[in-house]
């Protein structure tokens, strides 16, 4: 008898035991009869030999059943010497996803031996869940639906068994055991390591490279680049500390503070980095980090990760290309920043006046990025005689080429009206000039020339949009009239002069093309919508107006042409200032008379403006100027479509209201609100401000 275990039972567990389940069993046993043989055979042996028996009979069986176990084994060693074959890992799972074959190929890659089937889920070349979720989440759908009916492959992060990462590109099929019948996936996978980490470089530096083209600044670029960074391996956030002029370090990133507000201790580490050598690779507890060239001295970029996943050799390596790339982009930015100053500076110098008259508003936006500079431009120009001239030009092009074409045409159209003030005229001889001038050829020009007083405007226009003047009722009418081809066209013809009249309190708006024209759609509905913002904001005040129309028609992904926009509401506001003496009023009142008669308000309006006017400049003479007779008082009038606003300041502070004391005085602030239908006084360091408005019926 065999202790512990009989026959029948080494049987079974021989039969239960996947290295042992082929091998051929004989047994040799006294008991006889077919219930015993029956049993035996029941049991898993091949044979059953009773005792005793002949030597030459065993022999004959032992051989019989080792030549029949190698016939029967033949298609499985053969199915197994196929399957050892494949250059890639073979796996087979059974209903429950326990991988229960494997091959040579699936060790060579993962690892993992045949010896340790089956290996159940969640199986131990996932990457661990607490070190790395994301990784972990990903193999975990991909398991899923390799195992449903998913019919196509996944490229996934796994685990060797030494601990390194590796990615591999699986693909499974649904098969059926045709003993059991019971459904298996078989599966394939190779290991794409080397061409993940290689398209993950390219896609890497391709993301960061549109960023940098994109930034139009310094300070955009390195805000860019940190925002890739903290995308590319989900880091919880992502700074640069930048070692400048400034005795304090600069920092930059997301969720980033100041220096200050940043724990000593990593200060501290932040200030020994700062030393080391350009690309050097930085290590700490949660995060990497590398040492980068930026055009203001130092900088660390330091990437935290909190407790989410390891930073392997791979990334070290991709951190650093991507570093030695961000260093090419500042330096490119920080080369376009001084540019852009330089340009800038041209710009303001040949665009317009820093100072407009009274009245205006203008706004300019270029369309090239990132010089920021064009070829429209607009001007107003005060002439000997009290009028104004007004342009507004567009050359032809873009850029640098465009704007200095403009210079050399605004210069000339400034002084030739300075000399003959005729629109028509200096169209003509803006002509000749132009065609003198590479690149000048087929520019657009508005040239006018206003009477403020009176509001009359005489105008050309050499192929130009034209004006949209805005009344008050709410009507809109365009400016179509004196127009001829644009400049150097045809030099030598003469061109047409048309005049208009600007209603009181009515808009005018000039512009250039690229505020009103859009790709696949007619001019004239850009005009349109041109006079619908400039009829919307007929009562807002115009500089105002003017961001607000720019605002309006910009399209969603901006300007893509120079955008040039003059505003003038007539009449243009009153402001004086005067010392604070009883003397002054009568010319204030005069002077207020006469803006209002332009104004065009009803009379009874009118005369209840002056009479509040009147009081609020005889409270600061007397009581916002008590100690320090003299001083300036200011009076600003500004009407709209449909009210006035006029505010009178002064350097003091009012005494409070005591008509107790005198029955005649101290009643001019409940006389003022009377009068005007808003009033506000505002009273401060800087001395007294009385706002008013009032509406025009």
């Known amino acids: 008898m065999m202790p512990g275990l009989d026959g029948l039972g080494l049987v079974a567990a021989l039969r239960t035991d996947p290295r042992t389940v082929s091998v051929p069993v004989v047994l040799l046993s006294a008991r006889a009869g077919p219930e015993a043989s029956v049993e035996g055979l029941q049991a898993g042996a091949d044979d059953y030999l009773v005792k005793p028996f002949a030597a030459a009979e065993l022999l004959a069986r032992v051989r019989a059943n080792v030549e029949l176990a190698r016939l029967r084994t033949r298609q499985s060693r053969w199915r197994t010497a196929l399957v050892d074959s494949l250059q890639e890992a073979f796996f087979v799972c059974d209903e429950e996803g326990a991988v229960v074959e494997v091959n040579a190929a699936f060790t060579d890659i993962l690892g993992y031996p045949p010896e340790g089937l089956p290996y159940r889920p969640v199986h131990p070349w996932w990457p661990d869940a607490g070190l790395d979720p994301e990784a972990h989440r990903q193999v975990s759908e991909a398991f899923t639906e390799l195992l449903g009916d998913y019919k ?18 699986a693909t499974c099929h649904p098969a059926q055991d045709p003993d059991t019948g019971r459904r298996v996936t078989v599966g394939t996978f190779r290991d794409v390591t080397a061409e993940h980490h290689a398209v993950q470089r390219e896609s890497a530096q391709a993301a960061l490279g549109r960023r940098l083209t994109q930034a139009t600044s310094l300070a955009e670029t390195l805000e860019g680049a940190l925002a890739e960074l903290a995308h590319l391996w989900h880091a919880e956030s992502v700074l640069a500390v930048v070692s400048g002029p400034d005795e304090e370090p600069s920092v930059t990133g997301t969720g980033a503070g100041r220096w200050e507000d940043l724990p000593p201790g990593r200060r501290d580490q932040f200030t020994a980095w700062l030393d080391e050598p350009v690309l050097t690779p930085l290590d700490g507890p949660a995060g990497a980090g590398i040492t980068v060239n930026h055009p203001e001295g130092p900088m660390v970029v330091w990437i935290d990760f909190g407790d989410r996943r390891p930073f392997t050799g791979e990334d070290q390596l991709l951190l650093s290309l991507l570093a030695g790339q961000l260093a090419q982009g500042l330096a490119r930015a920080h080369q376009i920043d001084q540019q852009r100053e330089t340009a800038l500076a041209l710009q303001r110098a040949i665009l317009g006046p820093a100072e407009l008259p009274g009245g205006f508003a203008v706004r300019y936006e270029p369309a090239t990025r990132p010089l920021e500079v064009g070829g429209d431009w607009y001007d107003t120009i005060p002439l000997p005689d009290g009028r104004i001239g007004i342009v507004v030009g567009d050359c032809v092009g873009r850029g640098l080429k465009a704007a200095a074409v403009m210079g050399q045409l605004r210069s000339a159209c400034r ?101 009103v024209e859009r790709r696949r759609r007619p001019l004239t509905d850009g005009i349109d919508r041109a006079g619908e913002a400039v009829q919307a904001g007929r009562d807002t005040a115009v500089g105002e107006l003017a961001a607000r129309i720019m605002a309006r028609l910009a399209p969603a992904d901006g300007f893509d042409d120079d955008v040039a926009l003059l505003l003038y509401r007539h009449p243009g506001p009153l402001e004086m200032a005067f ?27 009118a005369q209840n403006i002056l009479v509040a006017a009147g009081e609020a400049c005889a409270n600061a003479i007397e009581h916002g100027h008590r100690d320090s007779p003299g001083d300036p008082v200011r009076l600003r009038a500004e009407a709209r479509a449909e009210g006035l606003r006029l505010t009178v300041a002064d350097s003091g502070r009012w005494k409070a209201p005591q008509p107790e004391k005198n029955t005649h005085r101290g ?13 506000t006084i505002t009273s401060g360091a800087a001395g007294t401000t009385v706002d008013m408005h009032t509406r025009i019926a």
């Open 579 to 605: 010392p604070a003496d009883s003397s002054q009023l009568a010319p204030v009142r005069k002077a207020l008379r006469g803006w209002l008669e332009q104004c065009e308000l009803p009379p009874r309006t």
């Open 667 to 679: 009643r001019g602030v409940a006389l003022m609100r009377a009068l005007m239908q808003q009033v």
């Open 152 to 169: 196509g492959f996944r490229t996934i992060p796994v685990t060797h068994r030494d601990g390194h990462r590796l990615w591999v590109t």
């Open 415 to 515: 002084a030739l009206l300075l000399q003959d003030p005729r629109p028509a005229r200096i169209l003509t001889a803006l002509d000749h000039f132009a065609a003198s001038v590479p690149g000048a050829r087929c520019t657009t020009v508005f040239c006018g020339v206003l009477t403020p007083g009176t509001g009359r405007l005489a105008y050309s226009s050499a192929g130009h949009p034209p004006g949209i003047l805005a009344h008050t009722d709410g009507t809109v009418r365009l400016l179509d009239e004196g127009r001829s081809v644009p400049l150097a066209v045809r030099p030598g013809d003469s061109r047409p002069e048309a005049t208009c009249t600007v209603p009181a309190r009515a808009t005018l708006l000039l512009y250039t093309d690229g505020l």
